[in-house]
């Protein structure tokens, strides 16, 4: 039988392999317009997966935490959330369909925000594994047509749900690419929406600056965050473990995806890694936190089940499992890869392939110094109001 390691290896080539290749056969034509949202999560909707118990526990320590759910009339502001590619789907652009898999990512990356925010995630045409990045580079309809979806969904929410609430942004990957896109052209110009955004988690998507700058890139007037309880900023890294050189998601293969969809890329500009630590005012060492419940089947599960968790993926009896392992980073800049790289404290149940690097687990290594962050976040954006 082969080893975890190998049929790591063999799922990561054919998912690389097959972005170039699958190109030949699939068809090229894009769908119309969207005319509603569909939403993935929303507080008005049952079965949301962004709509998890916080209930956890902590391999580490031991310890299981039961904080009490807080009702979505309590919660002070929203969070707006665009999930990363993950479709299993063989076309250019996915449906407008909450596949198992979408659910899976959304209580992955949304669901433990939950304790601060309402939660919003549209479901979008994202461009799909398998052809449908590799088609964006021949195709520039693909591209569009999955932030058009976006770009409806923040409009949508704004008419309907917002009534001046502050929004927290969090993407990760392609989904940051879309929030990039988007807070650039719909909240950065505009004074009174830029005044709503309380802060902004855009993991894994190469935001970009001015070198030297914490503005001047993406977004011309609001910075990437450098003090604790700095509201209307932008936490962005994306995380590798120490040794191992950035892969297929490294940055210079985002800088292509940057330029697809008209964003700043290229020397000019400089990658943010923005240190957690800092930001947070927490230097503990974190662990890695996941929902307990198996990820729905398909390319990112086997992925992350023979890449993120070469020991199999924490596991409890509570909704939420924090791994055993410990993890300290920094941000460092080798090569030109700005990257979070972080060192793990004992076994290695996080032991990234260096084909991957730990992309997949971008927003789950310090889940809760994140959460923490958007709640510092949260109470001086109401100070200020």
Not at 128 to 147: E, F, H, K, N, Q
Not at 208 to 236: E, K, L, W, Y
Request: with cysteine; net charge negative.
């Amino acid at each position: 039988m082969p080893s975890r390691v190998a049929i790591a290896r063999i799922a990561a080539a054919a998912f690389t392999f097959g972005l170039g290749a699958a190109i030949l056969s699939a068809p090229v034509a894009t769908a119309a317009p969207p005319t509603t949202t569909t939403w993935l999560c929303h507080p008005g909707i049952a079965a949301d997966p962004c709509d998890l118990p916080q209930d956890t526990t902590d391999l580490n320590t031991g310890l299981v935490s039961t904080p009490p759910p807080i009702a979505e009339a309590d919660k002070p502001v929203d969070c707006f959330y665009v999930y990363p590619t993950v479709t299993d789907q063989i076309a250019l652009n996915a449906d407008r369909t909450a596949q198992p898999e979408v659910q899976s990512i959304a209580s992955y990356q949304a669901a433990r925000f939950n304790n601060q925010c309402r939660v919003f995630a549209p479901v979008y045409r994202q461009m799909t594994l398998t052809p449908g990045l590799a088609a964006a580079i021949i195709d520039p309809a693909v591209a569009p047509t999955a932030y058009s979806d976006v770009l409806a969904a923040w409009n949508d929410y704004l008419a309907h749900d917002n009534n001046g609430r502050g929004v927290i942004f969090i993407g990760h990957s392609q989904g940051t690419m879309m929030l990039r896109k988007l807070i650039r052209e719909q909240v950065d110009p505009s004074p009174e929406v830029r005044s709503r955004m309380v802060g902004a988690f855009l993991m894994g998507g190469n935001v970009a600056t001015a070198r030297g700058s914490d503005v001047g890139g993406d977004f011309a007037n609001i910075p990437v965050c450098t003090r604790p309880g700095q509201a209307g900023c932008v936490v962005a890294y994306s995380t590798t473990q120490t040794g191992l050189l950035p892969g297929v998601f490294g940055n210079s293969q985002l800088d292509l995806l940057s330029r697809l969809m008209g964003l700043p890329s290229g020397p000019a500009f400089q990658i943010a890694c923005t240190d957690p630590v800092m930001i947070s005012g927490d230097p503990r060492p974190v662990g890695l936190t996941v929902p307990s419940a198996p990820y729905n089947f398909g390319i990112i599960s086997v992925l992350l089940d023979y890449t993120s968790f070469p020991s199999g993926p924490p596991r409890s009896a509570s909704t939420w499992t924090t791994s055993a392992q410990r993890a300290t980073g920094s941000c460092v800049d080798t090569n030109g890869f700005r990257m979070y790289e972080f060192h793990i404290i004992g076994p290695h149940a996080v032991n990234e392939l260096p084909l991957m690097g730990a992309h997949l687990v971008d927003v789950n290594l310090g889940y809760d110094r994140l959460v923490n962050i958007a709640g510092q976040q949260t109470r001086s954006w109401l100070a200020a109001r």
